[in-house]
Nanobody, 121 residues
Framework: QVQVVESGGGLVQAGGSLRLSCTASGLTSDAYDMAWFRQAPGKEREGVSFISRSGATTGYAHSVKGRFTISRDNAKNTLYLQMNSLKPEDTAMYYC??????????????WGQGTQVTVSS
């Protein structure tokens, strides 16, 4: 059984930084992408960034490109999201997802419970 656990969220002022981590244990295949999604109150869940197994392919939402960096350590089964120059509009629950492909949210089989990121102005 796959267990996905996020950490690293919190309250930060605009312009600040946070680093999210996600550990996925029990993965049975190493062929899949991992990704970060986020959901703000009253809005649909949206893709933030994804990364391939090798790390060679990454994708970023236009709203975070140049500010966020995704990376993964396969030896530790851990995914990271370095978030710099945070803006109030980045405030959301951030979810880690594993076992899927790219931006296709419906393909991700394993999800964490989420970690809250709040950016004050």
């Amino acid at each position: 059984q796959v267990q996905v656990v996020e950490s690293g969220g919190g309250l930060v002022q605009a312009g600040g930084s946070l680093r999210l981590s996600c550990t996925a244990s029990g993965l049975t295949s190493d062929a899949y992408d991992m990704a970060w999604f986020r959901q703000a109150p009253g809005k649909e869940r949206e893709g933030v960034s994804f990364i391939s197994r090798s790390g060679a392919t990454t994708g970023y939402a236009h709203s975070v490109k140049g500010r966020f960096t995704i990376s993964r350590d396969n030896a530790k089964n851990t995914l990271y999201l370095q978030m710099n120059s945070l803006k109030p509009e980045d405030t959301a629950m951030y979810y880690c997802a594993a076992g899927g492909w790219g931006w296709e949210i419906a393909t991700y089989k394993d999800w964490g419970q989420g970690t809250q990121v709040t950016v004050s102005s």
